[in-house]
């Protein structure tokens, strides 16, 4: 069966669907984040639209729940004036797969041109983009502990706005590493733009035994010596149920990041953090406020980022 | 006598949803004798010979015992509690004790229930596609322990579809330390490792799963100096709906009857393995197994 990155990829080597960064070739990425470019206005308020999609229909379809990366593509979707109708279909509803080929060949039916698929099974999407009728496009909106992809290139993007070229940083990213998809997608999005120094930190129960691109560090001084660039996670709640974690404060002990701490990284390392934070427990409210603090502009930069990718996918070759 | 020819007697096969027809494949398969795990239902006229095992405790409840002996007077060959979880080590030195006092051999699947759960060998694949993972150690600890219990109680047992190598490592010091046991391992993982589950393809998802390709060839190497006895089709049918799905829903298991000869004449081929060897693990082993 063809690779996911293999999968998203037409002949001629342009967006099919987008479903991983993994493989992605770099002429692709900087073309995302050129064209996303073109989308930012001055302040978060002037998004530049453009009815690059006018009818043409996207349908978010939510297998997931996911209120904050749902909306930003609702908007990206709207800003290019397409269609959208958002769909929340419970897991349990599709627990049997031909009913998840189902409501895919239901909506399908309904004369969709793109699907924005979150589910919490790995490889989901890959699966739709395999089973769809081959006019269909597929953005993954992030699936089970694979991949999110469109929250990796607008973290790329944002990296490149305030850091430059990505090849010359030291970049770590610091929390649940193994069980996160947000990771994934930024390993090989930033193997894919040549960056040399990718560290992973945190526990060792939370850090992949091998797979990924970049060092392993259960020492987070160790881990963000120098860092251009510190990405903290999301720690979810479960990590404790499971024998991951012993509680939330001994994570904050050791691997939760202050303004302080952040001395021992590159003097004017930016933090980034791809939300919603729990203050206190990865981040400091200190650091999450502070100057070099990036997490509001992650947040409008993702609509750009989602804009160029829906564009792409939807065959939208014009140089804006 | 050649592989091509000889009469195929498997170890482990489920008839799936439609019996009569995997029974009629398995005749034109050249299959002679078929193993059936409990539960299963065959009708009445089998073109092909059966052997069934019985559960060795009650649904598989891993708690209460079986009534055993009304099995072994059904003609069951053997009994089993297959990757059903145990509810704890008392009930399962208890079950093969109480086999061994009915000289019922017991066919014992080792595969810890909670480190059993990953869909996929904890190698670089499974990382990077995001699957639950299955370390190596979901098999080798259940088996550890059953070997120690096998040895405790004496019962005459067979360690079905083992998948890496530190097991082949386990059972080659155990038949060297005197014990009585024999072992099967599934064609699919002769044949197969974690590389054929790239893409999310569904067909490979298998339990025990597909593990490196140094289990692959360990597993190989085993079979060749005799450590693993015997190789089984662990032939599972399933209707398309339960299969295509997303990877980890996919229901583990895939359609091998074909394979279990074509695969043997592969390595035999390959200069993997003898004729000789191959044949015995299709015919001489298992018969010897199944007390045929």
Redesign the interface.
Known sequence: ????A??QLTDKGRLRHFLTT?GLPKDLMIEIMDRAATFLGDTPRDLKKRPLLKGRSVVNLFFENSTRTRTTFEIAAKGLSADVVSLDISTSAT????S??DTLKNLEAMGADLFVVR?N????P??IAQ?CTPELAIVNAG?????HPTQAMLDMFTIRQHKGDIANLKVAIIGDIRHS?VV?SQVHALHGLGCQDIRLIGPGTLL?????AGSLHDDLREGIQDADVVICLRLQKERMASALLPSEAEFHRNYGMTLERLGWAAPNAIVMHPGPINRGVEIDSELADSDHSVILNQVTNGIAVRMAILSMVMGVEERL | MSLASVGLIDLCCRLGETPSQTLAQAQELGYDVLTLPPYETPPENSPVRLAKLGPITQELDGEHLAEMARYQAGGVVGVTQGHAPWKNTRVQLNALRYARGQNLPVHALPLDSELGRGVAHDGEIAQRLGLETQPSAAETIALARDLQLIAETGVTAHIGRISCAESVRLIRRAKAEGLPITCDVAVTHLLWNEAKIEGYDYRYRLQPVLRSEADQMALIEGLAEGVIDAVCSDHTPHPVADKRLPFAQAAPGAETLHLLRSGLMALVDQGRLTEQQAISAVLDAPAKILKL
């Open positions: 069966m063809p690779s996911t293999q999968l993994e627990a049997k797969g031909e998840l080929l589910h099974q790995s490889g989901a890959h699966f089973h699936d089970g502990l694979h991949a998809r994934r992949p035994r091998q797979g990924l």
